[in-house]
């Protein structure tokens, strides 16, 4: 090869490397350029969305001097009770408050009319609401004890209002009115209440608390209500949380109420808990008192043998299982423990005169313990 065509191909590869360089110098440039590009957008970004928060946290109008009448349900959640806030124009932005509250863990919320105003801070909403500064006094209060049945909790409605109790525990179980409740409550009023061998459908659905309300003579749609919502806020997250996707609301409400009506002040729910699903799960019957005297619609302070034979899908002597439904209203104590069982082995248990509640495996024990405390008393 000539140095002519020796120097020819040194060029040609001096004039490539030349431009593969410059290529990627252009390559380079183009990143560097699409890297800024990116990071200026995430800075105006995150910039705006910092500004977009802080400015939805700042009062609507901070020299308002209007005062606004907004009303808080019992039983609202915290994205209810911020939607309200929003559309009364007490708030700018829903979503940013929800996660406000949610951010500094914030709970506790108060039932009410109140009186607020669009230049109000967040904080000073916050602490209005959890301090319950409402605009005006409740009319009255109607308080439902734990353990209470339907027709005692139709008494004490009835009482309340001033109307007839027949009236209001036949509403209570009005075909027409259950399926609109089971209509505005789907997933706690299920089909389950609609068994025929259940004795009333809404029976241990109405929340035991005291509820206030605004004015004097609500009707017995709005005082259910209230209480179907309180029911729905307790049982809802704990069923969600719950490792047993089979439980539904009325079996946990069912379990909930035996632990109830069994239980003693002293009483520990979750041992008694236990020995049900254990004997459940034994396929032993329950055996609790309080069955009985459901199915007879009786109060007694003792059970004697003859009552063990009523015929009656409630009678937990004679059928395995739960019954088809609660006997009582179950306070949260009892539903947590329906919830969440004590591990043990627990078959058998036994309350004393005093109160106490002694829990044994075998028979052998129990009878013992019920020689000692209850035969030889």
Known sequence: MS???TNSKKEIIRKKMIEHQSEARIVRKIVLTITLLTLLTLVFIGGGGYLYIKS????????????????????????????????????KNAKVFKYYVKFKNEAGFMAGEYELSPSMEIPEIINRLKTGKVLQKAAFQLTIPEGKQLKEIAQIMAKAVNLPEEEVFNQLNDQTFIQKMMGKYPDLLTSDILNPNIKYPLEGYLFPATYPFYKQNPTVEEMVVTMLDQTKKVITPLLAESSNEELTAHQLLTMSSL?????????????ISSVFYNRIEQG???QTDPTVLYAQGKHKERVLYEDLEVNSPYNTYKNKGLPPGPIANAGKESIEAAMSPADTKYLYFLATGEGNVLFNTTLDEHNADKAKYITNN
């Open 56 to 91: 939805a946290l700042q009062p609507v109008d901070k020299d308002s001097k209007v005062q606004k009448k907004v009303e808080i349900p019992i039983g609202s959640s915290v994205t209810g009770i911020s939607q309200r806030l929003e559309d009364n124009g007490i708030i």
């Open 259 to 271: 632990i109830e009506e069994e239980a003693t002040e002293q009483a520990d729910r979750k041992n």
């Open 284 to 286: 032993m019957p329950l």
């Open 3 to 5: 140095t002519e065509e």
